[in-house]
């Protein structure tokens, strides 16, 4: 008995059936006595629809036009879902970004939540009603419609969760929870019952499609408890929480990998101080996102530089630096993937490196770069190598 | 060089390719030196498949959350509208109704307007925008979308024009004005280059499509001038205003037909006073809309009252009067077309009836009804005769 927020994605609200059963597990909460408030993303393929749409119109149209066009989806789910749960006979009402009080700041496309005015959401709470929001959306100082980026709807969803204290937030999605590693490659992947923030956002940020790492963010930053749970099976998902009690304390929660990555190495620089510093600056100053950094040592005077960048990044990047750098070798690799092992229990032990490196070795795979922070290491290798390295690593570690 | 406002119906925007004509219009305006804010329906069939998709939901939606939906139409329309003329090199900008300040009352599906706000469109036209609107909704005063029912689109426009005193409002549609009868039907149909308040408000409300006649009225009220003219050929339309110079004053403007319509008759009511009374107060109970009514002249102590309403109101006004009115036999028949003329010129000219029924005559048509007022004459004709009813009219008054 609570208020339990309930975010549903694309897929869970694709057409009149799956609609229809998406109003059930609402109804079925609202029935235990809970207030309930949820956030719906739009239909299926509607969004990429629109975008297609604009794209008849304008090969580079306004962000502040996109965002417009594109908040439609989820008003057409969210009247949709409020229509599917009134029949039913339950009390409903749809509400937009500006009807709930969803402020952002002004960047179009991919917006950051500023506030959440609670007082309508809190009325309609009040009288007794299940509250359908359009996720997604925003709007900005000047009262215009902003969008959140990509996962926004998970951001609003905890957004809400955070603004009125609700109890707890449930993300549905395609598959029933978080698990150690991608059910569908690793036979022996298990279901987490639970998980803390720190880890749960370092799988999200190595590939684990889950959840989008900005809601995991705000969840931790305001304490809301997050549970991932399947739209077709009603059982127990997986919880995410600041701390996570389990008796034999596991040294790693999951095996990530991420292929949306791609190599590109500066050869040939010179081996003085500030010429990684200036390498950088210019990736930064034109909105490249670099993650893993690997400099060799200097030899001959010289040094080589490599680090990696999204695939949709590289291209340009490459341009970027043979222009920049024209008397020095760029050059660039595609077929490689990013594995990565995460847990909070690998502060307190040492030894976990050595046994993923083992682990590697066992399968015959070459490490091409190695990152680590303090609850995850990563290992690039080649993407051929990938499905082997998973499972191995996994068998190592969680079987 | 003024303001001017410009309303582009769901055909006119269906596709990209119609979407860039009507932008090629709205620039030409702009490039006039005018200010220009445009009004733009949903995309052709785009209401059409969103009412679809909440009837695959519920057989009697609600109409609050039907209103939610089917705003989306004239957002996805407005922002499209916007990006063609950005990408034609115009500063444009898109707004939905709480965003330019419509309100309206809480009659979902059929909501009046109460005001507009005109802080956000003076501010836009002060940085010489040109503006999109999203037409047929508004925000009543819980903040919740509604919508302005049929012809919405034409009735915002004027009222827009209206609130920020527009120079000319004007309408374009599949025709390039207004003719004196349907020059699909009738080959000697002739375009009108001025046309009455009156006059259009007679002719709209007799079938004939071209504007709502909410928005005449409104037009009438705030004196706002209306020009129809066409999107696909750039050549002066019909002006609307309240009187019209014109060297031979003709005696009527136009023939319209109106298929929509279907005769009720109740027999043998007693003929003592009140019957009539105690019937419309009964049919305007049950909101039915009675068009044209007869009562026969009593005989043997019982008369007939017989009315007409729309196609659509018939089956469910039968039942009703049948279940009211036991002992009396209710009939109705479909197969008949209402054909009227219109003018301002016969307030003073005798004879116009006169000329109708014998035109009428010629070609052997029986007239079962006639309804008059003071600019028009209505007669009902068995449907069978409409075209040849049409022909003769129009050829003896307009030809």
Redesign the interface.
Known sequence: MGLIVQKFGGSSVA??DK??RVAGIITKTYDAGNDVIVVVSAQGDTTDD?ID??H???KN??R???D??L??GE??S???L???I??MGYPA??L?A??YGLTSDSNYSNARIKSINDE?LSKELDSHKIIICAGFQGINKY???TTLGRGGSDTTAVAIAAALKADLCQIYTDVDGVYTADPRKVKNAKKLEEITYDEMLELATLGAQVLCNRSVELAKKYGVKLEVCSSYEQKPGTKVKEEVKTLEKMLITGVAKDNDISRISVLGLKDVPGEAFKLFTLLGQNKVNVDIILQSIGRDGTKDISFTVSKAQMRNTVDLLREKYPENKVIHEENITKVSIVGAGMQSNAGVAAKLFEALYNVGVNIQMISTSEIKISVLIDSKDEAAAVESIHDAFLA
């Open positions: 057409d009149a609609i229809r629109l749409k604009a008849e119109i304008s149209p306004s502040r036009e996109m417009m066009l908040t439609t008003q057409i969210c009247s949709l409020a229509m599917a009134q029949e009402i749809s937009t500006w009807q309508r009262d215009d419609i």
